[in-house]
């Protein structure tokens, strides 16, 4: 990791500094985005983030986002290192509307591209194939199992006329993974990030090269039969959403991590009811809760530290040039304009 120096951070309320109210927050933003966060399920809004502008639902060439895109800032007191700006959405909307099989997932991975952020940090309710991932543990994964019917646009590069293949064998960025799996580890030994609301103990944070997602289509949840299929296959947790957000983060070189919340143990086991929301709100309560701590110390410390793969982008930068298999001369006006809005500096 390039650790540039040490440096403290301050959390600004922009409003005491410009004696703005909620009611005048700007709905534009010239600057540009550090870090985008998306939040799902049990994650409509970072409760630490004071709001410097609200972007009304983006239109994109793919659509509009499913939310409107909250711009936060932290000022740091180091000028050589600027402004860490964060973009945040929520992948269901606000009040929860679209379905994971309808979430508009281009329109909002190219809003963020857009906008310019260097990653993605995604949270996800996520149903445990394992018993030792325990409802309200998190987990860093780091691949994917694809369970999904082909009915979601997974795809930028899909039309006739525009064409390409991108390389997908690690969908996850695991240095960003490992930079949280670390934040965690260090928060352990004094002020632990990850807790039990009800019994105070300490929720653990599942990270190994393997730990593997399985993505279905729902809404419904899984038959009994097929959690146990899952588990056959090698699935350690399930969600309907990781697809195919990974992909388009992808497609526009975007470093991403999913940071999975568990919430149940899905239909696998015997002696348990299979799963329903009634029964994991209190899960889903704490790991919201959670995931605004986590989420605040990742922002502080990426803000503090300049990991690597926010400016090298992770080793995907420029791979995107190579993967489009349409020659340029045949491609059409409205195929350029929608290769401009993901990358202004290509084409
Ligand atoms: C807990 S109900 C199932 C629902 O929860 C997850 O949503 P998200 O990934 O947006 O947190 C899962 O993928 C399902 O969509
Ligand atoms: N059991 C489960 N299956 C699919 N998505 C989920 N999200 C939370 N729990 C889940």
């Keep these: 990791m390039n650790e540039k120096k040490s440096r403290s951070v301050e959390i600004l309320d922009h409003y005491t500094h410009t004696g703005m109210t909620h009611t005048e927050i700007p709905s534009t933003f010239d600057g540009t985005i550090d870090l985008g966060i998306i939040g799902g399920t049990g994650l409509y809004q970072l409760d630490c983030l004071k709001p410097i502008a609200k972007l009304h639902p983006i239109i994109t060439p793919w659509g509009v986002t499913s939310s409107p895109i909250t711009i936060a800032r932290f000022i740091t007191n180091d000028s050589s290192l600027g402004d860490f700006h964060v973009a945040f959405l929520s992948?269901?909307?606000?009040?929860h509307e679209y379905p994971p099989s309808k979430v508009p997932f281009r329109a909002n991975i190219a809003a963020l591209k857009h906008l310019n952020c260097k990653a993605v940090v995604s949270f996800s309710a996520v149903g445990s194939l394992r018993e030792e991932i325990k409802p309200r543990d998190f987990i860093l994964p780091q691949q994917i199992i694809d369970r999904t019917k082909g009915v979601r646009d997974s795809s930028y590069f899909n039309d006739i006329g525009l064409v390409g293949h991108v390389g997908f064998g690690d969908p996850f960025s695991s240095n960003m993974a490992k930079f949280i799996y670390d934040l965690v580890e260090q928060a352990n030994e004094q002020d632990p990030i990850l807790v039990n609301q009800d019994t105070n103990e300490v929720c653990t944070l599942h990270f190994d090269r393997d730990l593997t997602v399985v993505c279905m289509e729902g809404p419904q949840f899984s038959t009994r039969a097929e959690s146990k299929?899952?588990?056959?296959?090698?699935g350690d947790v399930i969600n309907m959403s990781v697809l195919p957000e990974a992909k388009l983060a992808r497609?526009?070189?975007?470093?991403?991590?999913?940071?999975c919340m568990s919430t149940d143990y899905d239909a696998w086991m015997d002696?348990?009811?299979?799963?329903t929301v009634e029964t994991v709100i209190g899960n889903l309560n704490n790991n919201g809760r959670n995931a605004n701590r986590l989420a605040t110390k990742i922002i502080e410390k990426m803000a503090i530290m300049t990991p690597k793969f926010l400016n090298n982008g992770d080793g995907l930068t420029g791979s995107i040039k190579m993967s489009i298999s349409t020659k340029p001369d045949a491609m059409s006006e409205d195929t350029i304009e929608k290769l401009r809005f993901l990358y202004p500096d290509y084409w």
């Design 91 to 95: 992948r269901h909307g606000v009040n």
């Design 229 to 234: 299929m899952y588990r056959m296959l090698g």
């Design 251 to 259: 497609e526009c070189e975007l470093p991403y991590q999913m940071i």
């Design 271 to 275: 002696h348990e009811e299979p799963v």
